[in-house]
């Protein structure tokens, strides 16, 4: 790993802005979708096959981002941060990551159950597991809590953007190409 540079590669904002993206289209999406009519099915199962896709590719994208992340060293934040804002700040980064994993993963179980081809894109993926009405029900739910969590830390990364942006001023959105880094005023927070 490289030294920690002053903001984030290219190739890692480019991924987040990406990922950002397909996720507020994922909700949106999601939220369209419960209110397609099921006669007829094709609408609603189009939409649905479009959902499961986006997923899946939102499940690609993460694992390339961890990968990114494990040999790229994020930028440092300031020394001026309070800890505990440094520590909510990993915390949130860490639980996008696991739930950006998680999510579409119990999306893609749930279909798998469901008894019903999973297709990306429109091709049909292999079905290797079974169809269980009780493993179905699960992941369903699985996937909704999932939903909620994630909306839950996308509000708290923006508040974040809000507060530091906005409110502060500090300069810390510079890591992510927005705006111009400050020059560190004070002494380091204890």
Excluded: C
Excluded at 22 to 31: N, R
Excluded at 49 to 78: C, D, E, Y
Excluded at 111 to 124: L, Q, T
């Amino acid at each position: 790993m490289a030294p920690n540079p002053t903001r984030y590669s290219r190739v890692a904002i480019a991924m987040h802005w990406l990922v950002a993206a397909l996720v507020l289209g994922q909700f949106a999406l999601g939220w369209l979708m419960q209110s397609i009519a099921k006669d007829p099915p094709g609408q609603r199962a189009a939409a649905f096959n479009f959902h499961k896709s986006i997923g899946l590719t939102l499940l690609a994208l993460m694992l390339v981002r961890l990968a990114w992340r494990a040999t790229h060293r994020p930028p440092p934040l300031p020394t001026t941060m309070p800890p505990w804002q440094s520590r909510l700040a990993h915390g949130t980064h860490w639980l996008l990551y696991a739930t950006l994993l998680a999510l579409p993963l119990a999306g893609y179980l749930g279909s798998e159950f469901s008894g019903y081809p999973v297709k990306y894109f429109g091709i049909a993926l292999p079905q290797w597991l079974g169809k269980n009405a009780h493993a179905k029900d699960l992941m369903s739910l699985a996937h909704l809590t999932l939903t909620w969590v994630l909306a839950g830390a996308v509000m708290l990364h923006l508040a974040g953007v809000v507060k530091h942006g906005l409110v502060d001023d500090d300069g810390l959105l510079s890591r992510m190409g927005i705006g111009q880094p400050r020059a560190p005023s004070g002494p380091p927070a204890a």
